[in-house]
């Protein structure tokens, strides 16, 4: 088994750290794990994308050329990647900036409000660990004990604030999805 | 951990307590590392020269005293350390030369590339010489071969370059260090200071042609012993293939995703990579030619390893080539219809 999955947005919503934290977590798990962020001229405000792949075998290639699973922030990303994705696969979008919808109809979307939940939460910043909740829910490829310890070891915050909203935001995005 | 970092630190393992070099993208993470993490371990230096020039010329100056040292750069900054390296090659100096390859010629861009293969394996500076050559494919690879390369370069007295590009040197994967093998060399060459026993000179210009003709042929000698003691490559899924695919490094990898489909195609592929650059696995490739007719040269450049495949296989075999050159990384799926195309063309 070896799945792919894409995470894309502008640069500044935590795109990378979003591929990071959960490339350590199926590295705790026991994974065999890549994590590939895009480089480049990068600036706040323009696109960053980053493809972690996690698998029980020997990864060959960290490139995904078709992935999985597709976590989208923003609407450029939605149009840059929905062709990529597998037949089958999942969409994972934050609705509450997107309000396109992709016009296949052989994958499965989940249209996760995140900003709108963080911000109920106190901190609108957090939208990107609400939408690894939901991820997370449905994909089952790490447990959130074991992702949000991974979080906070990549954010290296010891901020007990910092923690707090991310838990919560966490719990809120899994809960959003139906099991 | 991300692969930058990784040489870092298995640098640091390995003993290396001398780091100069300059920035230039995508290798910054390693001075950056250096810079952090050398001052930690006593006897570390770290210094961000003036200029790659300077760096190359500082870590000449690091293992002429006997330390083991280390400089980082990618494609134009390789370029202007070629002075350096001749010299050090001249010199029989061992040093650790990283090489992330970025989309040539010229400045380029800074995306992943495996155009600086030619300079590589051909010494890269002026005069008669070699440096070896190791090309990871993967983030473990890092460490291992970065530990190697200093045990390389303190063996044989000689450069050792680690040639990656920026896509390994970006991304993460989860890597465990090996214990270092404890420091073996004959510090006869080591400049001491005054005072300390007979004088030694370190030195490159020896004007008597006879004398250097002399020197030539030592140096050729120590490269025949290293040609025929330290090739390196991975064979895999060779025993039934169709195809064979030689691709190193990131290549490698883009490959290997693509072999694993070519069976939903109906065509078994296996794949041969070299590990060391020069001296090139040339026996193992021809070895494998006695069994296998079928080889699918794919390099990220117009074809510069594709030389030694062909010098190595000497038309015991068809060659096939795909080459993206210019910082392009294809996706396996791009790769593995080329292949099947090629294979079907040829049927």
């Given at each position: 088994m070896i799945v792919k999955t894409i995470f894309s947005g502008f640069g500044g919503q935590g795109v990378l750290m979003m591929g990071?934290?959960?490339?350590?977590?199926?590295?705790?798990?026991?994974y065999e794990v890549t994590y590939l962020p895009a480089y480049g001229a990068e600036v706040r405000g323009g696109t960053a994308n980053c493809t972690v792949a996690v698998g029980d075998e020997e990864i060959a290639s960290p490139i995904a050329s078709e992935p999985d699973y597709l976590v989208v922030l923003n609407t450029p990303s939605l149009y840059t990647f929905q062709n990529r994705i597998a037949g089958g696969g999942l969409l994972f979008l934050n609705s509450s900036i997107i309000s396109a919808r992709p016009s296949r109809q052989?994958?499965?979307?989940?249209?996760?409000?995140?900003?709108?939940?963080?911000?109920?939460?106190?901190?609108?910043?957090?939208?990107?660990?609400?939408?690894?909740?939901?991820?997370?829910?449905?994909?089952?490829?790490?447990?959130?004990?074991?992702?949000?310890?991974?979080?906070?070891?990549?954010?290296?915050?010891?901020?007990?604030?910092?923690?707090?909203?991310?838990?919560?935001?966490?719990s809120a995005g899994y809960d959003f999805l139906k099991a | 951990?991300?692969?930058?970092?990784?040489?870092?630190?298995?640098?640091?393992?390995?003993?290396?307590?001398?780091?100069?070099?300059?920035?230039?993208?995508?290798?910054?993470?390693?001075?950056?590392?250096?810079?952090?993490?050398?001052?930690?371990?006593?006897g570390g230096v770290f210094i961000q020269s003036e200029s790659e020039i300077a760096a190359i010329n500082m870590v000449a100056g690091a293992a002429s005293a006997g330390a083991r040292a280390m400089t980082s750069s990618s494609g134009p900054g390789i370029s202007l350390k070629q002075e350096g390296i001749s010299s050090m090659a001249a010199q029989e100096l061992p040093g650790v030369i990283v090489n992330m390859m970025r989309g040539g010629p010229g400045l380029g861009n800074i995306r992943p590339s495996q155009g600086d293969y030619f300079q590589a394996t051909r010494g890269g500076g002026h005069g008669d010489y070699r440096t070896i050559v190791l090309a990871p494919g993967t983030c473990q690879e890092l460490a291992d071969l970065t530990m190697d390369a200093f045990?390389?370069?303190?063996?044989?007295?000689?450069?050792v370059v680690l040639l990656a590009d920026g896509m390994i040197g970006q991304m993460m994967e989860p890597v465990v260090f090996k214990e270092p093998k404890p420091r073996q060399y004959s510090a006869d060459?080591?400049?001491?200071?005054?005072?300390?026993?007979?004088?030694?000179?370190?030195?490159?210009?020896?004007?008597?042609?006879?004398?250097?003709?002399?020197h030539n042929w030592k140096l050729d000698r120590k490269y025949r012993v290293i040609a025929a003691k330290e090739t390196r490559c991975e064979i895999f899924n060779t025993?039934?293939?169709?195809?064979?695919?030689?691709?190193?490094?990131?290549?490698?990898r883009v490959a290997k995703g693509a072999i694993k489909r070519l069976g939903d195609h109906g065509i078994k592929a296996g794949l041969f990579r070299p590990i060391s650059l020069w001296p090139f696995p040339t026996e193992e490739l021809r070895r494998l030619a006695g069994t296998r007719k079928e080889f699918f040269v794919f390099e990220m450049s117009t074809g510069?390893?594709?030389?030694?495949?062909?010098?190595?296989?000497?038309?015991?075999?068809?060659?096939?080539?795909?080459?993206?050159?210019?910082?392009?990384?294809?996706?396996?799926?791009?790769l593995a219809n080329v292949i099947v195309r090629q294979y079907r063309r040829d049927r």
């Open positions: 990071y934290s959960f490339a350590h977590g199926a590295m705790s798990e026991g052989d994958m499965e979307v989940f249209a996760v409000p995140a900003s709108d939940i963080a911000e109920e939460l106190g901190n609108a910043r957090a939208f990107n660990t609400v939408m690894m909740g939901a991820f997370l829910k449905r994909t089952s490829l790490v447990k959130p004990e074991i992702y949000l310890k991974s979080l906070e070891t990549v954010m290296g915050s010891k901020k007990k604030a910092v923690v707090e909203i991310n838990r919560k935001a966490f | 951990m991300q692969g930058n970092r990784i040489i870092g630190e298995a640098a640091i393992r390995a003993g290396c307590r001398f780091y100069a070099g300059y920035p230039i993208t995508p290798q910054n993470e390693i001075p950056e590392y250096m810079a952090e993490n050398l001052r930690k371990v006593e045990d390389l370069a303190d063996r044989y007295r000689i450069p060459y080591v400049l001491k200071g005054a005072g300390t026993g007979k004088a030694k000179t370190i030195k490159g210009l020896i004007l008597d042609p006879l004398d250097m003709e002399e025993d039934e293939a169709d195809i064979v695919v030689v691709a190193y490094g990131t290549a490698a510069q390893m594709l030389e030694d495949v062909r010098l190595a296989l000497q038309g015991y075999a068809d060659i096939a080539f795909h080459g993206r050159p210019g910082g392009v990384v294809p996706t396996p799926v791009e």
